[in-house]
């Protein structure tokens, strides 16, 4: 059964600081994975899908690599601000079935002004 | 930009009555999802749907719980004689095809009392 990780669970940081978030998970036969951003009491908003194929992939500050071998994921953020001060997931998809994602617990960010 | 809609965004239920939970795919979509969320804790995958019928469901989906397309647009899911314990955030979920990146609705709070 595929198990998610994600470290650390909180993370707080000062205002233009580069920061990474980790999530690391057990099956590395995959097809995908994605990494979600959500609000306290809000949905799931997608930032970033890396298939299995690629290595990385970037939108703005976001960038997201991927290392399927050994079941790991960063997702990288550039020059932090006090609006991506939100919790942030990731899910990855196996190869198996019709596309169930797995999620990670999650890492709480506060980026303060 | 095209997004997927949840209605209510809060309900309120007695033990042992049942409810529907509502959603709008995005249109051209052909995968739909529900996934919950219990209050700290991880988001947890209950049913895909496609072409009508359920395509992989997981074990927290039992006969407690059915989904449907009623129409063209809606994507319901009834959990009958709802329990203490199906209180949660329940999000919907499409896709445009299997494998492509999920798009997430803002989720209804199922509180059951």
């Known amino acids: 059964k595929q198990e998610v990780t994600q470290i650390p669970a909180a993370l707080s940081v000062p205002e233009g600081e580069n920061l990474v978030l980790n999530c690391s998970f057990t099956?590395?036969?995959?097809?995908?994975l994605q990494w979600f951003r959500q609000d306290p009491g809000k949905g799931l908003t997608s930032l970033l899908l890396?298939?299995?194929?690629?290595r990385e992939q970037t939108s703005g500050r976001l960038n997201a690599s991927l290392d399927k071998s050994s079941g790991r994921s960063t997702l990288y953020i550039a020059a932090s601000q006090p609006g991506d001060s939100a919790t942030y997931l990731c899910a990855v998809r196996g190869n198996s079935g019709y596309s169930t994602l797995t999620f990670g617990k999650g890492t709480m960010l506060l980026v303060s002004p | 930009e095209p997004e997927v809609t949840q209605t209510p965004s809060h309900q309120v239920t007695q033990m042992g009555q049942e409810v529907i939970l509502r959603c709008v795919p995005i249109s051209n979509h052909l995968y739909f999802y529900w996934y919950r969320q219990i209050l700290g804790q991880k988001v947890e995958f209950l049913v895909s749907?496609?072409?009508?019928?359920?395509?992989?469901k997981s074990e927290i989906f039992d006969d407690q719980f059915s989904v449907e397309r009623p129409d063209g647009s809606n994507f319901t899911l009834k959990i009958r004689s709802t329990k203490l314990e199906d209180s949660a955030m329940y999000f919907c979920a499409s896709s445009e095809l299997a494998y492509n990146e999920q798009f997430f609705g803002p989720g209804t709070r199922l509180t059951v009392l």
């Open positions: 749907f496609y072409n009508n019928e359920i395509s992989e």
């Open positions: 890396i298939q299995s194929s690629q």
């Open positions: 099956d590395s036969a995959i097809y995908n």
